[in-house]
């Protein structure tokens, strides 16, 4: 038996998690059929524009799957990364994410964002992807994202970055050559090694 447009619309709401009205663009369903599952209740408003299902637990990463969900071209950075990554007792109060310089400020509503613009391979390198409540997120790896500490540590405090290099050796999430490599790439490797060097 077929499944019915209700029933299609909460099978890709479990499928990707946070649901919004463009996603049943592609499977050829009118958008104005999300607003009938939220007034019957069979479908959450997470924020603006942003839906789930009501028994879908939260876990501490949903802003990070709201914002990303709602601008797919950036990368979660800095406080943020290196709060997924166990690499802070910080606890971002928004969701810190970069977006490639030149491109248009993206509309966030009313999520709790930080952007940073950044360029070239400074914002291409050490990107990794990973799925956060069923929502495809990219986000900088360890190692990049300790170096990016370096560069931003007018943004985040120098202490900041100190305590992510420290713990980022301490708890092998990337090796002293790695987080060299990319502080060439953001070209703090001169600010960077003093502290490198006292903890090999």
Same mark, same amino acid.
């Given at each position: 038996?077929?499944?019915?447009?209700?029933?299609?619309?909460?099978?890709?709401?479990?499928? /990707?998690?946070?649901?919004?009205?463009? $996603?049943?663009?592609?499977?050829?369903? $009118?958008?104005?059929?999300?607003? &009938?599952?939220? =007034?019957?209740?069979?479908?959450?408003?997470?924020?603006?524009?942003?839906?789930?299902?009501?028994?879908?637990?939260?876990? #501490?990463?949903?802003? +990070?799957?709201? %914002?990303?969900?709602?601008?797919?071209?950036? %990368?979660?950075?800095?406080?943020?990364?290196?709060?997924?990554?166990?690499?802070?007792?910080?606890?971002?109060?928004?969701?810190?994410?970069?977006?490639?310089?030149?491109?248009?400020?993206?509309? %966030?509503?009313?999520?709790?964002? /930080?952007?940073?613009?950044?360029?070239?391979?400074?914002?291409?390198?050490?990107?990794?992807? +990973?799925? %956060?409540?069923?929502?495809?997120?990219?986000?900088?790896?360890?190692?990049?994202?300790?170096?990016?500490?370096?560069?931003? &540590?007018?943004?985040?405090?120098? $202490?900041?970055?100190?305590?992510?290099?420290?713990?980022?050796? /301490?708890?092998?999430?990337?090796?002293?050559?790695?987080?060299?490599?990319? #502080?060439?790439?953001?070209?703090?490797?001169? +600010?960077?090694?003093?502290?490198? =060097?006292?903890?090999?």
């Amino acid at each position: 038996m077929p499944l019915s447009t209700s029933e299609k619309i909460l099978h890709l709401a479990k499928e /990707k998690g946070i649901l919004r009205p463009r $996603d049943l663009d592609a499977v050829g369903i $009118d958008r104005r059929w999300v607003t &009938r599952l939220y =007034e019957r209740g069979q479908l959450v408003r997470a924020s603006r524009g942003l839906y789930t299902l009501p028994d879908s637990e939260p876990t #501490a990463n949903r802003s +990070i799957a709201e %914002v990303s969900k709602r601008i797919p071209s950036g %990368v979660v950075c800095l406080l943020s990364a290196l709060q997924y990554h166990g690499l802070t007792t910080q606890i971002p109060h928004r969701v810190w994410i970069a977006v490639e310089s030149k491109t248009r400020k993206p509309k %966030v509503g009313d999520l709790p964002v /930080k952007i940073l613009w950044f360029s070239g391979d400074s914002f291409t390198s050490g990107i990794d992807t +990973i799925e %956060v409540e069923g929502v495809t997120t990219h986000i900088y790896n360890p190692a990049k994202t300790v170096a990016d500490c370096f560069k931003f &540590r007018n943004k985040i405090g120098m $202490d900041v970055a100190v305590e992510a290099l420290k713990d980022c050796l /301490k708890e092998r999430k990337a090796t002293a050559d790695q987080i060299w490599k990319y #502080a060439r790439i953001c070209r703090v490797a001169k +600010i960077i090694q003093p502290y490198l =060097e006292s903890l090999l």
